[in-house]
């Protein structure tokens, strides 16, 4: 069975451009959450998708969006870049039951986002 | 507001020691609680799940614990080997949503 799939691996882009980053998740699996990574803050959570609608959100500005599609699939953009978000941006993937308590979250390698 | 704390912050050890990783957290209220494993430039991989309800969970040479009354989760590895080398992360998971709270995690070297 395919892992969760994260595309591109690196990316490096420049001050106020945009980004989109793309995650593909374990087939089956129905609810994707994003996670940035970063020295100084650690893992923090960013939202979380089930069945296209956005289930919770994390304490990050508006620049930051994300979306789910119809094959579960998900992409999160950042606009106006800035230095701080610079970081590796980790995608998971779950089984969501029906209670939605039991199931480990399982995550792609991330994509590695360099602003400068 | 949740706060998960994990020390040592990093861990040198020689091949074939047992070792316990720790991971404390201030509100005993979780949902479960997930140990992972992070290679250098990688993501996250799943060790082990533990319920609110349970006390322990075992893969292979991996055991975790969890105690909510004291806010504590150890993980414990037997016998650890070079390739256990890596930076262990615990998460406590608070509600049905899957925003988990990390601790900044124990980089653990097993020396050969």
Known sequence: KAG????????????????????????????VS???????QGL??????????????????????GRQFSNSRSEM???????????????????????????PLHFGNGTRLTVT | KQEVTQIPAALSVP???NLVLNCSFTDSAIYNLQW???DPGKGLTSLLLIQS?????????????????????????????PGDSA???????????YKLIFGSGTRLLVRP
């Open chain 2, 87 to 97: 930076t262990y992360l615990c998460a406590s998971r608070m509600d049905s949503s």
């Open chain 2, 36 to 38: 992972f494993r992070q």
């Open chain 1, 77 to 103: 953009n950042v606009s106006t870049l800035e230095l701080g978000d610079s970081a590796l941006y980790l995608c998971a993937s779950s089984l969501r039951t029906g209670s939605g308590l039991d199931s």
């Open chain 1, 34 to 40: 994003w996670y940035q990574q970063t020295p100084g």
């Open chain 1, 44 to 65: 923090q959570f960013l939202f979380e998708y089930f069945s296209e609608t956005q289930r919770n959100k994390g304490n990050f500005p508006g620049r930051f969006s």
């Open chain 2, 53 to 81: 309800s349970q006390r322990e969970q075992t893969s292979g040479r991996l055991n975790a614990s969890l105690d909510k009354s004291s806010g504590r989760s150890t993980l414990y590895i037997a016998a650890s080997q």
């Open chain 2, 15 to 17: 091949e074939g020691e």
């Open chain 1, 4 to 31: 969760v799939t994260q595309t591109p691996r690196y990316l490096i882009k420049t001050r106020g451009q945009q980004v989109t980053l793309s995650c593909s998740p374990i087939s089956g699996h129905r609810s």
